[in-house]
T-cell receptor
Framework: DTGVSQNPRHKITKRGQNVTFRCDPI?????LYWYRQTLGQGPEFLTY????????KSRLLSDRFSAERPKGSFSTLEIQRTEQGDSAMYLC????????????FGPGTRLTVL | GQQVMQIPQYQHVQEGEDFTTYCNSS?????IQWYKQRPGGHPVFLIQ?????EVKKQKRLTFQFGEAKKNSSLHITATQTTDVGTYFC???????????FGTGTRLQVFP
């Protein structure tokens, strides 16, 4: 097992375009989390899944953001009509669950919106 | 909503000096985790504390969870240049698996 992977690693897009990121968690992990991190800040929680069920979504998250985990394995995060304020590092993490909740992070996808 | 603050924001130390970062939550936590993020890297899990007043050690690192389960600290003895990075605490609650990350303390160690 090679850990959590994310693709692409970098994405540059123009304002108004849609973007989609993919996360492949550690295979036996049923929890999957998405975070956003800007320079000098801690990871900001966006949403998380238990298997294919999306259990919680941040109230700060715009309706332009949507995430899926259709088969309980990989997950996608889509941002529609991107804005310059969406520029950030998008981190994915996975964990085993409540009793073993330490989170393993992927390398992130750096989004730049021009 | 729940907030987790850390102080100091930055700390510069000479190699061999000690370092401490403090974490405070606005709400009572079920557990607290600590992560280290190297420059240009992603957060890496260090430890989880669950019990009130719990103290755990990892070599030169000592982690403590407050009696009220609202604060925590990380102390590094005799820092080394390999300790450079940003240290985040992250608080968990009973009714959710999500973590609320603190604001982080960036540690710089001069040789």
């Amino acid at each position: 097992d090679t850990g959590v992977s994310q693709n692409p690693r970098h994405k540059i897009t123009k304002r108004g375009q849609n973007v989609t990121f993919r996360c492949d968690p550690i295979s036996e992990h049923n929890r999957l989390y998405w975070y956003r991190q800007t320079l000098g800040q801690g990871p900001e929680f966006l949403t998380y899944f238990q298997n294919e069920a999306q259990l919680e979504k941040s109230r700060l998250l715009s309706d332009r953001f949507s995430a899926e985990r259709p088969k309980g394995s990989f997950s996608t995060l889509e941002i529609q009509r991107t804005e310059q304020g969406d520029s950030a590092m998008y981190l994915c993490a996975s964990s085993l669950g409540r009793l073993r909740n330490e989170q393993f992070f992927g390398p992130g996808t750096r989004l730049t919106v021009l | 909503g729940q907030q987790v603050m850390q102080i100091p924001q930055y700390q510069h130390v000479q190699e061999g000096e000690d370092f401490t970062t403090y974490c405070n939550s606005s709400t009572t936590l079920s557990n607290i985790q600590w992560y280290k993020q190297r420059p240009g890297g992603h957060p890496v899990f260090l430890i989880q504390l669950v019990k009130s007043g719990e103290v755990k050690k990892q070599k030169r690192l000592t982690f403590q969870f407050g009696e009220a389960k609202k604060n925590s600290s990380l102390h590094i003895t005799a820092t080394q240049t390999t300790d450079v990075g940003t240290y985040f605490c992250a608080g968990g609650s009973d009714n959710t698996d999500k973590l609320i990350f603190g604001t982080g303390t960036r540690l710089q160690v001069f040789p």
